[in-house]
C-alpha cells in the first residue's frame, strides 16, 4: 500500500510540472495557469486613450530633455538661458499644449495627485523660498521607479538638470504634483 501511495505521487508530481495551457499575452511579463482555474491573471492591455497619453508624455520628456546642461537665466526660454517654469512652458509649447508661463500659474491647472500615483508627464510644484508664501519651483516627471521619482528642472546653480524627489531638499520643498494630460 505504501509503495502504491508513493508511485502515485510520483505520477502527480511529474504530472503537474508540465506545460500546462498556455495564454497569449500583451507583454513580456509570463502567465502561469493551474489547469483547470477560471481566473484570468494576465495583465490587461492598455487602452489606446492611455497608451496615446503615454505618448504624449515621452515627446513632451525628451523636448524637455534636450535642454540638459542648458544654464539658469531668470525668465529664459532657450538654449542659451532657462528657468524652471520656462522649461515646462516650452516642452508643453512644442507639444502643442498651451499653458501658463509661471510656475505659481501653472500650480493652478490640472488635476491634484497623491505623490504615489504619480507618472511621468505629471508636474511637481516647490517652496523654495525661506520668505515666499507661494509656489515658485515646478519640475516635470521624467521617470518613475517605486518610490524614486525623477523630475527634470532648472536650478539656479546647477541649470537644467534630473534630480530626484528623494534627495533632502527637494522632499522637503516639496507642496504637491498635479496631472495635466
Known amino acids: 500500500m505504501l509503495r502504491k501511495t508513493i508511485i ?3 505520477f502527480f508530481a511529474i504530472t503537474a510540472c508540465g506545460p500546462g495551457k498556455k495564454r497569449r499575452t500583451y507583454s513580456k511579463t509570463r502567465t502561469v ?3 483547470g482555474s477560471n481566473t484570468d491573471t494576465s495583465p490587461k492591455p492598455k ?3 492611455e497608451g496615446r497619453k503615454n505618448a504624449k508624455a515621452n515627446r513632451i520628456i525628451s523636448t524637455a530633455l534636450t535642454y540638459s546642461g542648458t544654464r539658469y537665466k531668470y525668465g529664459g526660454t532657450t538654449k542659451k538661458g532657462m528657468d524652471c517654469s520656462g522649461l515646462v512652458y516650452v516642452s508643453l509649447k512644442e507639444n502643442d499644449i498651451m499653458f501658463p508661463r509661471t510656475s505659481y500659474q501653472m500650480a493652478l491647472e490640472g ?3 497623491q505623490i504615489a500615483r504619480v507618472e511621468k508627464g505629471d508636474l511637481l510644484f516647490f517652496k523654495t523660498s525661506k520668505t515666499g508664501k507661494r509656489i515658485n519651483h515646478v ?3 521624467v521617470d518613475v521607479k517605486g518610490n524614486d521619482i525623477k523630475f527634470i528642472h532648472a536650478t539656479t546653480s546647477r541649470g537644467v538638470l534630473v534630480s530626484s524627489l528623494r534627495e533632502g531638499y527637494w522632499n522637503s520643498a516639496f507642496v504637491k504634483a498635479m ?3
Request: glycine fraction near 6%; proline fraction near 0%.
Open 111 to 113: 488635476e491634484k495627485i
Open 47 to 49: 487602452s489606446k486613450k
Open 8 to 10: 502515485l505521487l510520483l
Open 139 to 141: 519640475g516635470l516627471v
Open 179 to 181: 496631472r495635466i494630460l
Open 33 to 35: 495557469t493551474v489547469e
